[in-house]
């Protein structure tokens, strides 16, 4: 083969195909594998035909094939296909050629096998790309990270088919070191899990306790999408909510109310535990994916459980200005805590992240990209220190400003009995942040009279522990071990 291809794909599903036709736009030829060699024929001969790409059918062939150091990039299922096609490439490469995992794996198989393939003389990267089929083909969000002597050398490639932002700014930069650009991706997937939450939460209040039509409520969307609320998700809802079927009516009142998952958005909420930090709406996103899952169950529930009948007789516009104070408020919530979980993710991992590159990295190409993010920037460029986005003087001012209408909007579903647990969560972990003592101390001492786990006393440094026989029949033996 003369031509030599500046870079690899192996699978040829959906995004692998986008990718590929992105690349090679970008003036770079492209060698492609997939497993099922088929489909690189009709790949090559069909939507790729005329192009600078070029089909194999082995992987060794896909590498031979490629300039030094060769990049393969993996387009294939989290878990095992990846490690299978690691194992298939291995004997394959040299000393420093880069082998890119472009799926939603999980960070801890990131880390494991940057550190295999290191010790291999191999180099690796672990990337999230965000955007959907659109986003793959026209400019995804790429959030790289790995091995840090690789990127130099697939940067070009990168940065050429990201999105760009307004002044031309790839979406797209290195992140850091082992799982950092997976773990990005994973806490990019959680707060879209919060974010399509929030507003299904909204649309269920529209339709439950103000009886909106579809058409109305995408003229509701419409102009949320001009002001803050300025997003992708929220630009969707609107096209969503004005999409009829063939008999003229919404297509969204006929959609099964049970919704799926892939499991990003549990690990986020998984790791959030590890690590100690309440991710408080993200989890009850899943769990809100859970629950829908039920259908039947809720179904047979719903003749037998009663509850108030949502009744409205206030002013409805209004209603509506505090909903979308509402929604906004607790879209704050979802970013803080999903930085929160970042910030604590740096410390474990020794990843050197910067959270307003990070912030830069979603506002175009993926699907949370919104003008919100332009603010988490600038907050994080003021103060690469700041500890959470509601301390930042922007942020701080947007939650004072909507506190008295989230609070209205919460305190009319629960009375009308609208379920919007995202929003209810996002409220008390408002609550619970902003308040200097917590009901703790009862739990502490909870703790130390069953099991003498100990607590420390506000009359004495932290650090210092104590533990009281309460019944008078205890020893004085206290737990080795105390967990705040």
Known sequence: MSQKADFGLIGLAVMGENLVLNVESRGFTVAV???TVEKVDHFVEGRAKGKKIIGAHSVGELVSSL????????MVKAGKPVDEFIELLIPHLGKGDIIIDGGNSHYPDTIRRTRYLESKGLQFIGTGVSGGEEGALRGPSIMPGGSPGAWPEVKPIFQSIAAKVEDGTPCCDWVGSDGAGHFVKMVHNGI???DMQLITEAYQIMKELLGMSAEEMHEVFKKWNTGDLNSYLIEITRDILAFKDDDGEPLVDKILDTAGQKGTGKWTSETSLDLGIPLT???EAVYGRCLSAMKEERVEASKVLNGPKPSFSGDKEAFLKDLEKALYASKIVSYAQGFTLL???????????NYGSIALLWRGGCIIRSIFLGKIKEAFDKNSDLSNL???PFFREKMESSQQAWRRV???AVLNGIWAPAMSTALNYFDGYRNSRLPANLLQAQRD???AHQYERVDNPRGKFFHTNWTGRGGDTASSTYLA
């Open 67 to 74: 300039k030094t150091p060769r990049k393969v990039m993996l």
């Open 449 to 451: 009279y069953f099991g």
């Open 281 to 283: 709406l993200i989890s």
């Open 410 to 412: 919460i305190s009319t």
């Open 390 to 392: 509601l301390l930042d």
């Open 343 to 353: 910030r604590a993710a740096a410390e474990e991992y020794k990843w050197n992240l």
């Open 192 to 194: 879209e899990y919060g």
């Open 33 to 35: 594998f997939n497993r």
